[in-house]
């Protein structure tokens, strides 16, 4: 079995920061992508921002708010925000692409999600 377990979100006022974090455990070999994905009422979800072979990518309205980063000997991704605006309010969800032995196939999975609301 494998899970991925977001945490961090919570309600930040506008201009302030928030670090959501995600720990993928159980039967892992190699994790190929991690990345963090948002749904806001009325809207489809969206890439925040993944890493993939080293290769960073964002959604144009975050960049240079928003820094993901990787621990590969722990299995976790994190996302800092920073300058919070109250249309980054949704629910966060961590994303990862990965083999669970040296022969699996590349699987996908998905965390529960996590709020972030952005309001004074």
């Known amino acids: 079995q494998v899970q991925l377990v977001e945490s961090g979100g919570g309600l930040v006022q506008p201009g302030g920061s928030l670090r959501l974090s995600c720990a993928a455990s159980g039967s892992i070999f190699s994790i190929s992508t991690m990345g963090w994905y948002r749904q806001a009422p009325g809207k489809q979800r969206e890439l925040v921002a993944n890493?993939?072979?080293?290769?960073?990518n964002y959604v144009d309205s975050v960049k240079g708010r928003f820094t993901i980063s990787r621990d590969n000997a722990a299995n976790t991704v994190s996302l800092q925000m920073n300058s919070l605006r109250p249309e980054d309010t949704a629910v966060y969800y961590c994303n990862a692409l990965l083999t669970t032995s040296d022969v699996s196939p590349l699987l996908n999975f998905w965390g529960q999600g996590t709020q972030v609301t952005v309001s004074s």
């Open positions: 890493w993939l072979s080293g290769s960073i």
